[in-house]
Each structure stands twice: as C-alpha cells, then as structure tokens.
C-alpha cells in the first residue's frame, strides 16, 4: 500500500505534499493547484483550490495500480468536509478512531473531526475514482458569514459554530439529482484561467446551499421528503419494467409508491426527470404501445386486447387510441401489416 501524508492545510500545500510523496512535479494555474498520477501508480489527476470565503475544493479523478492510503495529519483543527462520491467507492476514518465509513458511489459523507485529529482516506487498487472534497475552514467561513445560520438545521449550525473542533461529525446520505447536473461541468473552463477560478468558487457555493437544503430534508419522514435522490432513479427504471409486464394489474400510483417505496411527489418527479411524462401518462403510452401489437394477433378482438392492456372501458381505449394514432383500433386491426 501507498501511504501519503499530508501535513498542511491550505490546498497549494496538500498537493505539494502529494507530489512529493508521489515524486512528480505539482503545477498551478490562476491559485488551482494539480498534479499528474505518475504511470507507475496509476493515472488520473488531484486538483485543489482555495477560496477567500473559507471554502476549498479537492478533486480526484483517479486510478491507481495499487491500495493507496492518505492521511491528513496536520497537528491543527481540520477543515469540515464535505466528501462527495461520483464513482467508486473510497473509505473514510477519523484518525483517532478504527470506525471506517466507505463512501459509496452517488453518496456525500459531512465529516468532521475532533480537536487536531485528523482523517484518512483510502483508494482500493484498480478503481476508477472521481471525487468531490468541499473544504470548509471553520474560522474563515464564520468571519465571513454574515447573515445569521440560526435558520439552519440544528445539527449543522452546532457543527459550523465548533471552532475549537471539540466534537466529531458524520453524515452520510445519497445526494441529489440537482448535484449530478452540478458535478457534471465541474471539469469546464481548464484553459480559460481567471473563468475557470470563479467558476469553481461559485460550485462550491453551489454545493453548500443544496446540502443545507438536502440535509434539511434527510430529517423528514420518508412520505414528506421531496428532493430525489441519485438511487432512486433506479428503483423507477425497475417499476417501469415492472409496468410493461403487468399492464392488465393495479398501476395506481398509490400502488407504484408502495412499490417504489416514493412518496407520490417524489415518484412523480422522478417519471418527468427520466421519461418526460406523469406516471400516468407513461402507463397510458406503455398500455397503447403494447396494443398496437397485440392488434395484429388476428385470434384476438378488440375489446379483449384493451382488457390485456388493462383498459376495462371499450370506449375509452377507442377515444385514446384514435387520439394517439389518429385512426380507431378497429381499423388498426384491419390494416394488412
């Protein structure tokens, strides 16, 4: 295993720390500081950048050839991170503990260490990695905050006010869609120096107001949350599968969100992100899709294709079928195809 230890805080300096560890050249551009995985240990860059604000941001994008370990080891209060896995997974512990948290793909880890402890952060070998670090030092980000934080969640206002780090902190929850669309141009700019800084700056502030937000809504119940999260895209591409094979069965919505385990709103949302359409209006396009088909089974009359496709009322299949394909199934039926 690679072990890197990285004993200074501003992020110039954590970069110069793992170019030395990992013996190549460090570069900068307009106060973002990277460097290149060397060929012997993988591939892939680490990038860092600090901000007037107090905020800093880490980026990996990353493969190594072998396990590599960081520890970040500085004998001071550590910044609070905000660890956000785009993929693969990394494992996280505090330095003072054995507890080890692994940071799954599409999830964020709210860290915070106690005193001048500090974290380590492990890369498993063959893994391609991409990660986002928000980096909040406590002291600057407090001089600078100007507005008051007592509207915040409880938890995170205890949080951003322990400047003596006296206790730990974890979170960790999947994150939003919003964040994907974020994350998704956090490589723009590269060439273009004093945009690129700026743009960055306003990433990480764009990161920090959709946790406050997300955070908020991990507290609720699961019926009174709304912000979609990364995962449960997938358990709605499952129920779709589901849908067309069961067309003739109850396809209430009440029913997909016991299944889904969604909340209406959320189940909703989540059909218009990844179909364009209501939950309904995708059944009722799934059901008419599934019927053209079936109206070329010559065996089969009209009526008994619309009850297949789990539409009870003849007239109705006929009005909603003649608006899609603007003729009637009965003579979809007759047509020589």
């Known amino acids: 295993m690679k072990i890197c230890k990285v004993n200074s805080l501003p992020l110039k300096e954590v970069i110069e720390n793992l170019a030395s560890c990992m013996n190549v050249e460090y570069y900068q551009s307009c106060g973002e500081y990277y460097l290149e995985i060397p060929s012997k240990l993988g591939k892939g860059q680490i990038r860092g950048i600090n901000f007037d604000n107090g905020f800093g941001i880490i980026i990996y994008q990353c493969q190594f050839l072998e396990d590599v370990r960081i520890d970040f080891t500085v004998t001071d209060i550590h910044p609070i991170k905000y660890i956000y896995s785009l993929k693969g997974p990394i494992q996280h512990r505090f330095a ?15 860290v915070a260490s106690e005193n001048t402890s500090g974290h380590v952060i492990s890369f498993k070998k063959n893994m391609a990695i ?43 929850g999947f994150y939003g869609l919003g964040f994907k669309t974020l994350f998704a141009d956090i490589s723009k700019y590269e060439n273009q120096k004093l945009i690129r800084k700026f743009y960055l700056e306003s990433i990480s502030l764009q990161i920090f107001v959709k946790q406050l937000v997300l955070f908020e809504d991990d507290q609720l119940n699961e019926s009174d949350k709304t912000i979609l999260r990364i995962n449960e895209l997938q358990r709605v591409e499952q129920i779709s599968i589901y849908i067309e094979e069961n067309l003739d069965q109850d396809l209430s919505i009440t029913k997909l969100s016991q299944l889904t385990a ?60 003649k608006q899609k394909y603007k003729i009637s199934p009965s003579d979809f039926k007759s047509l020589k195809i």
């Open 130 to 172: 991409e990660i986002i670090s928000l980096e909040i030092n406590r002291e600057e980000f407090l001089q600078n905050t100007y507005c008051e934080i007592s509207g915040i969640a409880k938890e995170l206002r205890e949080l951003y006010k322990d400047v003596k780090a006296n206790k730990t902190f974890y979170h960790e």
């Open 96 to 110: 003072n503990e054995n507890s080890i948290h692994e940071i799954k793909q599409n999830t964020c880890a709210i």
């Open 262 to 321: 969604l909340n209406p709103n959320k189940l909703q949302k989540a059909f218009k992100y990844l179909y364009n359409s209501t939950v309904n209006e995708y059944i009722t396009n799934i059901r008419l899709e599934n019927s053209c088909k079936l109206l070329k089974d010559r065996e089969l009359l009209v009526s008994e294709v619309a009850l297949r496709v789990g539409i009870s009322n003849y007239s109705y299949f006929s009005k909603i079928f």
